[in-house]
């Protein structure tokens, strides 16, 4: 996995969090810890509040902190939190005119939404403990 993804950050950084989960932790560290910028991370971890899996409190001595126990928070609930699919969302309004084209297309989305689904199983099975060790 990319350690520039959105997904390998955010992973990374639950995983962290769960060998503490109580421990609060500022976008700085995080940041500091993965190699990149503040706001990046908090772009990132924005998107995993907005799904429940993180609360963040403001202030001196605010930061980060899960908002599930690491054993009820699956790879699958990261993934979908972070909105990164394999298949875009939507057909385009120009419909293809070529009729090869138009059932290809149509096939390889198919293929592709069945593999994202199949994907979706599979990282539901990994709670981000499991991935600890935990």
């Given at each position: 996995m990319k350690r520039n993804s959105r997904l390998s950050l955010a992973l990374h950084t639950l995983s962290h969090m769960a060998g503490d989960p109580s421990r609060v932790r500022t976008s700085a560290d995080i940041a500091e810890h993965a190699g990149t910028n503040p706001v990046v991370v908090r772009r990132v971890l924005g998107r995993l509040r907005k799904a429940g899996l993180l609360t963040s409190e403001k202030g001196h001595s605010g930061g980060w902190r899960l908002a599930q126990a690491p054993e009820d928070i699956?790879?699958?609930?990261?993934?979908?939190?972070?909105?990164e699919r394999l298949v875009t969302g939507g057909d385009s309004d120009e419909a293809p005119a070529c009729s090869v084209e138009k059932a290809l297309h149509k096939r390889v989305t198919g293929v592709l939404e069945d593999v994202e689904q199949r994907l979706i199983q599979r990282l539901s099975?990994?709670?981000i403990s499991e991935v600890r060790g935990n």
């Open positions: 699956t790879l699958a609930d990261v993934y979908l939190a972070l909105d099975e990994t709670s």
